[in-house]
């Protein structure tokens, strides 16, 4: 979530709100066959106070992609299962990167905060040292001599 609170009553692709019956007819599958998904993990609906089944829009649309990969690849149960288990890991970590890039933004944009600040508190009668590269060069001082 991101945060803000949301209106109860506010339908996302996330509520659950297909009986059984209507997620089989909207996937196109049997409902024992969804049944079967659900027992084998593939796609878990949420669960009402007295247990009946719950199908979301995303859940209607993670079937149809359950049955494309198994009609139309010809991908076994378990490889779907082991598909599907390796797309969430693979969302779960681009959202930590994009929350690390925040972090990392955010932390850049401080510091460079900070020098400005470090700088504008510099004194402006002083001159910056500036590193004179050394040479082999040998420098012999002798004073004037007063002219008589």
């Known amino acids: ?27 196109g599958l049997h409902p024992q066959t969804l049944r ?3 027992r084998l ?15 979301s829009a995303r859940d209607i649309e993670l079937l149809r992609t359950v049955q494309q990969l198994s009609q139309d690849e010809g991908i076994n149960l378990a490889g779907i299962k ?16 994009a929350e690390l890039s ?4 955010g932390a850049a944009a401080a510091m460079q905060q900070r020098e400005a600040q470090v700088h504008a508190s510099y004194r402006r009668d002083l001159v910056p040292y500036q590193d004179v590269q050394q040479t082999g060069a040998l ?9 008589d």
């Open 36 to 38: 079967q998904y659900d």
């Open 41 to 55: 993990g593939l796609v878990s609906p949420d669960r009402t106070a007295g247990r009946g089944r719950r199908y």
């Open 102 to 105: 925040a972090a990392v933004d």
């Open 1 to 27: 979530m991101d945060g803000r609170r949301r209106n109860p009553y506010e339908l996302t692709d996330e509520t659950p709100v297909y009986v059984i019956s209507i997620a089989a007819q909207l996937s």
């Open 82 to 97: 082991r598909i599907i288990e390796l797309e969430n890991q693979v969302a779960a970590l681009q959202q930590r990167v």
């Open 139 to 147: 420098v012999v001082w002798r004073p004037k001599r007063p002219k």
